[in-house]
T-cell receptor, first 114, second 114 residues
Framework: GENVEQHPSTLSVQEGDSAVIKCTYS??????FPWYKQELGKRPQLIID?????GEKKDQRIAVTLNKTAKHFSLHITETQPEDSAVYFC?????????????FGRGTQLTVWP | DGGITQSPKYLFRKEGQNVTLSCEQN?????MYWYRQDPGQGLRLIYY???????QKGDIAEGYSVSREKKESFPLTVTSAQKNPTAFYLC?????????????FGNGTRLTVT
């Protein structure tokens, strides 16, 4: 089955620095790559997503890049703030399956120090 | 206010008892899902349903059962056959058949079995 690897598992940065989280996937049929943010005790919330026909997408301080040849995608957060502290999950979706049928990485605990 | 409601937020059961987790959505979504979350692990799919009266096993269905008698409701029963039932359970929904509909999560139910 599909396998999504996520690194690092923990990441600590100083406020204002950038943070990068990387994920790799195994199935070439993957066509949709969402990123979720989960604050402690709360629900995961979609923060950005990218489709396989796009190489990069940006939304204010966050961006996602996709390299289909290497089968990896990354989340970039610039000018980090303490409220960015959370667990971030990458996921992918296989073409032909219902959209919510996602395969998740294990998560990255991001801590932003003031 | 549209969304997904999971109840209860916390649930405690003795080993050997079946327990049912509630999930209701008023987003008019066709597809609904149950994911399980354990510390240090990504979300893993238990069961999903694309339409009423139909559902499919996910990656870790053993020891669980579901029903989908109404579009709005997708309850999950954790049976005594589930070896490690203590976990955080997340229900989600999405509009099926389109790439423009992301996954929406409920607030989760934390189940503790002793």
């Amino acid at each position: 089955g599909e396998n999504v690897e996520q690194h690092p598992s923990t990441l600590s940065v100083q406020e204002g620095d950038s943070a990068v989280i990387k994920c790799t996937y195994s199935d070439s049929a993957s066509n949709y790559f969402p990123w979720y943010k989960q604050e402690l005790g709360k629900r995961p919330q979609l923060i950005i997503d990218i489709r396989s026909n796009v190489g990069e997408k940006k939304d204010q301080r966050i961006a996602v890049t996709l390299n289909k040849t290497a089968k990896h995608f990354s989340l970039h957060i610039t000018e980090t703030q303490p409220e960015d502290s959370a667990v971030y999950f990458c996921a992918d979706h296989l073409r032909g399956s219902t959209l919510g049928r996602l395969y998740f990485g294990r998560g990255t605990q991001l801590t932003v120090w003031p | 206010d549209g969304g997904i409601t999971q109840s209860p937020k916390y649930l405690f059961r003795k080993e050997g008892q079946n327990v049912t987790l509630s999930c209701e959505q008023n987003l008019n979504h066709d597809a609904m899902y149950w994911y399980r979350q354990d510390p240090g692990q990504g979300l893993r799919l238990i069961y999903y349903s694309q339409i009423v009266n139909d559902f499919q096993k996910g990656d870790i269905a053993e020891g669980y059962s579901v029903s989908r008698e109404k579009k709005e409701s997708f309850p999950l029963t954790v049976t005594s056959a589930q070896k490690n039932p203590t976990a955080f359970y997340l229900c989600a929904s999405s509009s099926s058949g389109t790439d423009d509909s992301p996954l929406h999560f409920g607030n989760g139910t934390r189940l503790t079995v002793t």
